[in-house]
């Protein structure tokens, strides 16, 4: 069975503060994706990164892409509220599967 | 350009009823997802389709529990005989090439 283990599962911390989720597997993945949800709604996409060692920033929001193409993190820097979510790391093995962590629940206290 | 549609947004049922949830992925996206997320869970797979064809539907319960996504109209998710833990946020996405997005999700509850 693949499994995708994100952690921490929960996390508050204040506004201001810089932070990591992370999203772990034994199993190689030809892309990893990342996606934020909020309650009620479905899950938008946030990054794919394919390259193993990638790097890609999207404003204080940077992930990295593991070496081996087993694992990424997440890295926030200067959280905000609005950063408030449940964030979720998917891979694709093969040609069709995906698979999804359970996501790290982040909560941004003002 | 609209994006995955999902409807209805929210449906009850009361048990032992049949549930329908509809799905209409981006246009020019003929693969079709279906997720199933309990509350404070992450997102488990349930089927995936190509159009006329289940390409995989190794996460589907073996019973009361079908989809397709027909040649014309919606793919659609069907749920036989609703039982209380079939409430759940069931969600679609659909994809081009190498990354689904996602409709807003159909909450189920069933009474």
């Known amino acids: 069975t693949q499994l995708l283990e994100q952690s921490p599962q929960f996390l508050s911390i204040q506004e201001g503060e810089n932070l990591t989720v992370y999203c772990n597997s034994s199993?190689?993945?030809?892309?990893l994706q990342w996606y934020r949800q909020e309650p009620g709604e479905g899950p938008v996409l946030l990054v794919t990164?394919?390259?193993?060692?990638e790097v890609k920033k999207l404003k204080r929001l940077t992930f990295q892409f593991g070496d081996a193409r087993k694992d990424s993190s997440l890295h926030i820097t200067a959280a905000q509220p609005g950063d408030t979510g449940l964030y979720l790391c998917?891979?694709?093995?093969?040609?069709?599967?995906?698979?999804f962590g359970k996501g790290t629940r982040l909560h941004i206290l003002p | 350009n609209a994006g995955v549609m999902q409807n209805p947004r929210h449906l009850v049922r009361r048990r032992g009823q049949e549930a329908r949830l509809r799905c209409s992925p981006m246009k020019g996206h003929s693969h079709v997802y279906w997720y199933r997320q309990l509350p404070e869970e992450g997102l488990k797979f349930m089927v995936y389709?190509?159009?006329?064809?289940?390409?995989?539907e190794s996460g589907m319960p073996k019973e009361r529990f079908s989809a397709e996504f027909p040649k014309e109209g919606p793919s659609i998710l069907r749920i036989q005989q609703v039982v209380r833990g079939d409430s759940a946020a069931y969600f679609c996405?659909?994809?081009?090439?190498?990354?689904?997005?996602f409709g807003p999700g159909t909450r189920l509850l069933v009474l």
């Open positions: 199993s190689v993945f030809s892309s």
């Open positions: 998917a891979g694709r093995v093969g040609d069709d599967k995906i698979i």
């Open positions: 990164v394919v390259t193993g060692g």
């Open positions: 996405a659909s994809s081009g090439q190498e990354t689904q997005y």
């Open positions: 389709l190509q159009k006329e064809n289940i390409i995989d």
